[in-house]
């Protein structure tokens, strides 16, 4: 990555936009497309869709999610704590004691999550993971009507922590699963955009919307825009830390390139496509399996009108879905290099239909 590219990627990263509020998150990555897109446009869903070289053949659709998790003000009480529920799927034992930001119409304001203590606790109360409604968020009001002047029903929630590198060009940061996938999916048009007078195929790269609360942006997104190729980016466990099983889900490591995904859920040429283009330019990978359905907008790429020819890159991720997830700058380089070498190798002759 060089200076702009970290700069772009922290930017997206400083963006707090849950599921169905990611109106910041969008202006950043529109901003940083629009020089070198022919046409960018955001469709009524929210989704934002760039688009290079419009009469090229095939046409393939880059998705990656750029919604993240976060909470939702349900109620205020009498004495001005804020009830909330979840956007997107949480663990709940990781929310309490917390720093958040509530999003309100006159900025962000600063809260905690808060939870009885445990000096408080009986000894079976300690023994239990909290529910959602037994948890409140603090913002040091002091009354209902205090809170209301705030904040109303329906802000959203997230937590206020942000980026930080850490050693072996590993970083940490809340909303790396998908601010990654964004992040290479407006790279990779970038990239392509620079050597376009080699491009023969119309490449639509995509900050698709609401993934955590039900895949709904990628389906308006690759009806609206007929791609024939359509390739999700989003984030995949890490299986290098302790307590993992591999026998269950396979060998995967941080630094080591994206996971290349085979199942019902990819076509076996767009496979070979992108494994070719890494094998082709040094670029490292990591194969994996996926048999079934999988849990991300590769099924809703898929399925679009008479279908669509998918493929799956996955950005390995530690502690996936909680406030300090770690990821590889190095797989998000990789993932940029395999994506538009895949993309400048397509033409109005490329295969897709199986065998």
């Given at each position: ?6 700069e ?8 707090h ?11 950043v ?5 629009c ?41 205020i ?21 917390r720093r ?16 009885k203590?445990i ?37 959203c ?25 964004a992040?290479?999916?407006a ?20 900050a ?6 039900g ?7 690759a009806f ?8 999700c980016i ?14 269950k ?25 992108l494994?070719k283009?890494?094998?082709g ?28 020819a998918?493929g799956t ?19 998000l ?15 109005a002759k490329?295969?897709l239909i199986?065998?």
């Amino acid at each position: 990555m060089d200076k702009k590219q970290i700069e772009f990627f922290k930017s997206l990263l400083s963006a707090h936009s849950p599921s169905g509020y990611e109106q910041d998150v969008r202006k950043v990555w529109r901003e940083h497309v629009c020089d070198a897109a022919d046409e960018v446009l955001t469709d009524v869903m929210g989704n934002c869709i760039a688009i290079l070289n419009p009469g090229g053949t095939p046409r393939v659709l880059l998705a990656g999610h750029c919604d993240e998790i976060g909470f939702q003000v349900s109620h205020i009480d009498d004495n001005g704590y804020l009830c909330f529920k979840p956007i997107g799927g949480h663990d709940t034992s990781l929310i309490p004691g917390r720093r958040v930001l509530v999003h309100t119409q006159k900025g962000a304001i600063p809260g905690v999550t808060g939870k009885k203590a445990i000096h408080l606790m009986t000894e079976e109360e300690r023994k239990k993971i909290p529910e959602i409604h037994d948890l409140w968020i603090d913002i040091a009001a002091g009354s209902r009507e205090e809170a209301q002047e705030l904040v109303r029903i329906g802000d959203c929630i997230t937590h206020d922590l942000g980026y930080r590198e850490l050693r072996n060009n590993l970083v940490v940061s809340r909303a790396l699963d998908d601010r990654t996938g964004a992040y290479v999916a407006a790279e990779t048009l970038l990239a392509c955009a620079r050597r376009k007078s080699k491009l023969k195929a119309c490449v639509v790269a995509v900050a698709t919307v609401q993934e955590e609360v039900g895949l709904r942006g990628a389906i308006t997104a690759a009806f609206g825009t007929r791609p024939d190729i359509g390739i999700c980016i989003d984030v995949t466990h890490a299986t290098d830390s302790p307590g993992m099983d591999q026998r269950k889900h396979g060998v995967v490591k941080l630094g080591k390139g994206p996971t290349l995904q085979r199942g019902g859920s990819v076509n076996p040429h767009v496979f070979d496509l992108l494994a070719k283009a890494a094998k082709g330019h040094n670029l490292p990978f990591q194969p994996a399996a996926s048999p079934g359905r999988v849990g991300n907008d590769t099924w809703s790429l898929q399925v679009v009108r008479e279908g669509v020819a998918t493929g799956t890159v996955g950005i390995p991720l530690r502690y996936m879905h909680t406030p300090s997830e770690v990821g590889s700058l190095d797989d998000l380089d990789a993932a940029v290099g395999i994506l538009s070498e895949f993309c400048l190798s397509l033409n109005a002759k490329t295969k897709l239909i199986p065998d």
